[in-house]
């Protein structure tokens, strides 16, 4: 079993929710355990010792890597230098604003873990048409959007999968089987890819429904769907919530899912709109099959009344 370490630094807690994706994201590949630690915990050396792959975190501070980052592995560099060569590792970073050298401090930080002996490595995978992470996962400030959360959690997916290809041995979670196949935006095709791949889906932790012989074909236009619903009950609001947010959670794992949210009126504190976007009618037909969308929704179905359900597609 794959060991994955997300060690950071972070002194305003941007970095820190940037690390806690990373792990998300490396937890979503099975069989990888995952330990997510700040680099002023004591415990961080024998983690790092522990661990078969690491993504190290660090905000960018005048354009370098923070003082507390690079006086961990200074002290760590006098026990053990010359004796973790082999360990897999990437980098990510967040800064004051765009184009504050935080792919510059993922270079650094990839410098610094060569010295060690570390493997390091860049994605080449895009999160959207203009996002991606080749030197690592670089965000302003705080993860705020869903393209900055996806650049996270792509860092740590990839991560996990090359710590099972190389250190478990397990050739078939390589990338180009699996997630690369499946997940992330085609830059070529402009549009996101659709899950085709169980080997990928299995990677990400997507819940694919058990009969697929009913399925629309691959490929055609996105598709939006808009939502309307509202509560037969005020006292409905918290259950309807807490099942939303699960709802969603699992969503956010669909290949072809592009954007999904629920949101709340705010002239009408009764009434959610849920706006939906897929890649393929293929894959609104996965979402609406799935086992914890025929779970969740009859459940929502009991504390509300859907007014109206529009589907869209796009004009070109």
Known sequence: MGKVLVLFD??????????ALVAEGASGVDGTKVRLMSAE???AVE???????LAVGSPTNLGGISWRMKKFWDDFSATYWNKVDGKLACAFSSQGGHGGGAEAVCLALGVVLQNFGFLTFGVTDYVDKLH?????AVVAKKPRNDFDKACCRTLGMRLAEWVAVFVDGRKDMHPLKTSKLTTGFDIERGVFRAAENGAAVKTM??????????APPAGGPRVHLIVSMTLTASENADRFTALAAELTSHTHREAGCINYQFTRDCAQSDRFIVVEEYASERDLWIHSNAPYFLRIVPELGKLSKTNLVTKLHPTQ
């Not at 972070?10 to 690390?19: G, V």
């Not at 991606?132 to 690592?136: A, E, F, Q, V």
Request: aromatic share 6%; with cysteine.
């Open 205 to 214: 932790r997507q819940q694919l429904p058990e009969d697929m012989s009913s």
């Open 10 to 19: 972070s002194l305003t807690d941007c970095t820190a929710e940037l690390a």
């Open 47 to 53: 983690a790092v010792l522990w661990a078969d792959g």
């Open 132 to 136: 991606t992470l080749h030197y690592g």
């Open 41 to 43: 915990d004591p415990a």
